[in-house]
C-alpha cells in the first residue's frame, strides 16, 4: 500500500458547533475518521499543515496515513475538505479508514497528454473541450494509481475521446462504464466570430439624418407663416388709426 502523505492527529472529546469553533480559533482542525468496521473516531488536525497539503491534487487521490497521539496510526483517504466561503481556513475533514483486503471508491484526477502536437490542433487549427477533470474507479489500496492518463497525441479535427478510452490498470475498474461512456475530451472547429454590423449602421445612418432635415425644412415654413401673420398685424393697426382721423372731421 502506498502511502502519500503522513501528518498526526490528536483525539477530539468536546463536540458540538461551539467547541469546532473554538477550536478553529486556535488554528486546529476539526475531523472524523470512520469506516472500517469501527467505530467513528472524532480528530484534531493542524491548520497550517492541512493548508500545505491541499494544494496537491494527489492529497484527494492517495493514501494517506494518520498519526494519532494517543499511539495508533491508521491509513485512510480523504472524502471531503469544507473550506470556509470567504477564507483560505479549512473548515472540516472527513476520512474514511482504508483495509488492505478491501476496494475503495476514489475520484482520480485525468491528465491529458499530447494536446499540443495531435493532428487536431497542430495541423488543422482545432480547440480543445475537456468535459471531464476526474473520475472515480474502484480498486484494492495497493492497485490505486495517483492518476489516469488519456493520450491526445492522434486525436483530429471532430474527434471525441470516451471514459472507455483512458487506459486503467490492472484492477482498477470505472463503475460509471457499467450505465454509460461518457465524452471526457473532443477536439472541434473554433467558433466563426460574427462580422461587425458595419452595413446594417451605414444603411441606417441617411435614414436616420432624414428625420432632422425634415424638421429643419419644416422650421422655416413655420417661421414664414409667422412672418405673414406679423404683416397683417402692421396692417390692421395702420388702418385702424385711419378711420378715427375720418370720425373727427
Known sequence: MRISFTFGADPREMQGKGASRRLRHTGKVPAIL?????????????????????????????????KVSNGTSQEAIVKDVQMHPAKNVVVHVDLQRVLENEAIRLKLPIHFKGESISPGVKVQGGVVSHMRADVEVVSL???????????MSGMSLNETKFLSDIPLPAGVTI?????????????HSPRAEEPEPVAEAAAAAPAEGAA??????????????????????????????????????
Not at 489500496?141 to 493520450?151: G, I, Q, S, T, V
Not at 405673414?228 to 393697426?237: M, V
Request: hydrophobic share 40%.
Open 175 to 187: 463503475p460509471e462504464l457499467s450505465h454509460r461512456n461518457a465524452p471526457v475530451v473532443s477536439i
Open 212 to 249: 432632422p432635415a425634415a424638421g429643419a425644412a419644416a422650421a422655416p415654413a413655420a417661421g414664414d407663416a409667422k412672418k405673414g401673420d406679423a404683416k397683417k398685424g402692421d396692417a390692421k393697426a395702420e388702418a385702424a388709426p385711419a378711420k378715427k382721423e375720418g370720425g373727427k372731421k
Open 34 to 66: 470512520y469506516g472500517g468496521h469501527k467505530d467513528a473516531q472524532a480528530l484534531i488536525l493542524d491548520q497550517q499543515n492541512l493548508l500545505t497539503m491541499i494544494g496537491d491534487e494527489r492529497f484527494y487521490s492517495s493514501i494517506v496515513q494518520v
Open 141 to 151: 489500496p495497493k492497485d490505486l494509481p495517483e492518476f489516469l492518463e488519456l493520450d
